[in-house]
């Protein structure tokens, strides 16, 4: 694998798969990182994804969870490929209750796989990018992380905690040539807003002012912007991509 490559965790997923295809498209070669446990289900989506993607993709596998899971992976990785030059932190799940029903469960399952993930993961590859003095970190947040959402005070925070990590790491890189941003993405038509209950879905989608859910290729043609050499002026940043829902 050439040195230019973007490791893309969440890659199989619903934006994941389409960022996956947009860098290839940018002319980096890709690595996606699942779960371990998902490791036969993702055979089809692979041999799929090498089809539409002009360059080529490989999967490796960590709980991002789990610091000492990523550090066993990013040592496969830095051995057999390098390390990135692109970093995406993609990798999310919801477990949608008011708070007065949540389970301690259902707060660390997400605060665990949405935000101590971007440390687990990003902290393996800091030395490599600052060796090499270049980096693009991009962490997917989402418009609940700004706005709130109701039955996600789980999710919301865990969100919003990934902007102020950006934040900060920006201003510990920016002398480094690398950049790290946040994008925040509104209600995008992936499997995990098809979950919501349909007459619920059906209210959001009344209040996005362009009146529809986003295409994963709209949240991807912006990673991939940022990704580029020449985007090294755009640190720290939180790039909304919600169809007017939500504007400060
Ligand atoms: N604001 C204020 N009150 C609300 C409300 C809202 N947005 N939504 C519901 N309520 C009220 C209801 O009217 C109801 O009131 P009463 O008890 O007086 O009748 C009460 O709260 C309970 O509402 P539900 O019937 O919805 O409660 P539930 O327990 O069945 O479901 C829930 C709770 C699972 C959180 C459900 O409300 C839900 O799915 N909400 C949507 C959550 C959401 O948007 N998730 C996004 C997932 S996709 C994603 O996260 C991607 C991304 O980045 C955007």
Redesign the pocket.
Known sequence: MSTQYALVTGGSGGIGTEICVELAASGFRILALDHPSRKEHLTDWLEQINQRANTRVDLCFADVGEFDSCLACAEEIIDQYDSPTVLVNGAGI?R???LR?MDKHQWDDVLRTNLDSVFNVTRQFIEPMVEKGFGRIINIS???GQSG????TN?AAA?AGMHGFTKALAQELASKGITVNTIS????ATA??EA??ED?RAD?VKQIPVGRLAQPAEIARVVSFLSDENSGYITGANIDINGGLWMH
């Open positions: 919801t949608d209750t008011t029903k989402s418009v609940s959402q109701f039955g996600q999710y969100k993405p509104g209600y995008v995990m807003v919501i209950r619920i959001i």
